[in-house]
């Protein structure tokens, strides 16, 4: 059975990516990171899926990146809430953190060598929330140059790395209803950046897509909101 | 004053790739990583240089490749000893660490964006020891062009990444020849796979290329060794 490293967050998007792979044949190996981010909440939502997809392991990786700031979820810098959907869209959001994907990748990239995995999935998306520079097309091709060069089977002609990124073109609302019918369950994600008292905000620009999708694909969402959040 | 960030291993390399960014104008940002490696002392010899180079800051980010194993650096297998230089150039040695340079020049490049610096500093080599996959141009290439896709400054056109790696087509003797006249202080350096009670072994692939050369520099390694190594 052919490995794939699986990034797995705890959101909703990861999950459904994860569920792809399943769907696709692979053994899956979810990997997550505890980064400092505001919402490490997300990481028991991420063990919580990796067990449900039934992933062979999940490793989850600390690496501190408020070392460095310079983002709304790793720095004291306010998560924007109760944003209208075009405000979300203008430029790069204050929760962007600096070459994050960038990070994820090349630490899955390193599992993957390891595991004698050719495949990582990432569920990027390029259409309802595209102010992330490392969630665009161009960049997802760019990266996987760079591996096919940097590995031991680069040199080795052995493999090649391929980055699945299955959500890549999918409204939130596809997203939901591909994920719905590859089993995932939804009550166990996280999607909050700013939780209050443990539930999500309602309020934030992720929950705001969050809720706008389970709306678009015609279904409520399984997760219990912070009272006035929504 | 421009800003780079240098990626200081502690090593005779990285010193002297530091001192280039110095040479070339720029005020220094030093990184290092704590990744499990088995010759951790390196990490107090990177924070010396740092400071006699005058960087501006130096910043030890811990990181365990550990988990994910797959090298004789990070993992319970043999550092070898005592090889001749051709056996060192045959394949990729088993001291590679899955993807390294491409972990900390993502983490590089995190530092970078947040502190508004286009420049990262590297100090790999492709003459005497290339068996490593990310130490080639073509790779360097790979990852500054993904960089350049991958960040804010990629979509705002604001700026672009360059990776220096000014010691690429250097030998070892070279290397050392250039560092001492800018001013490299050798003493402070650390460059054993496989340290003997603090002191280096004399015998990994590491120390023999470093003792081989300061030999062709004609000038002696500032370094003592462990008895019995040299």
């Not at 062979?56 to 790793?74: P, V």
């Amino acid at each position: 059975m052919k490995r794939a490293v699986c990034l797995v967050s705890g959101g909703l998007d990861s999950a459904t990516a994860l569920a792809c792979a399943v769907r696709d044949g692979f053994e899956t190996y979810a990997l997550s990171f505890d980064y400092g981010q505001r919402h490490r909440v997300e990481l028991a939502a991420a063990e919580r899926v990796a067990r449900q997809m039934g992933a062979a392991a999940h490793q989850t990786i600390a690496i501190d990146l408020r070392a460095f700031g310079g983002s709304a979820l790793t720095a004291e810098i306010a998560v924007p809430k109760g944003r209208q959907k075009e405000e979300m869209g203008e430029g790069i959001p204050v929760t962007y953190v600096p070459a994050r994907n960038t990070v994820f990748l090349s630490i899955a990239l390193a599992w993957a060598e390891v595991l004698e995995a050719e495949d990582l999935f990432l569920g990027v998306n390029a259409v309802d929330y595209s102010g992330y520079p490392d969630c665009r097309p161009d960049y997802i091709a760019a990266f996987e140059r760079m591996a096919n060069l940097a590995t031991r089977a680069g040199v080795e002609g052995t493999s090649r790395f391929k980055i699945h990124t299955p959500l890549i073109d999918l409204t939130k609302a596809e997203i939901i209803r591909l994920g719905l019918k590859l089993g995932v369950d939804y009550g166990l994600t996280h999607s909050c950046y700013d939780p209050v008292d443990g539930l999500p905000c309602g309020a934030c620009d992720s929950c705001q897509l969050r809720l706008a999708g389970f709306a678009g694909a015609g279904t409520k969402d399984p997760l219990r909101y912070a009272a006035g959040g929504v």
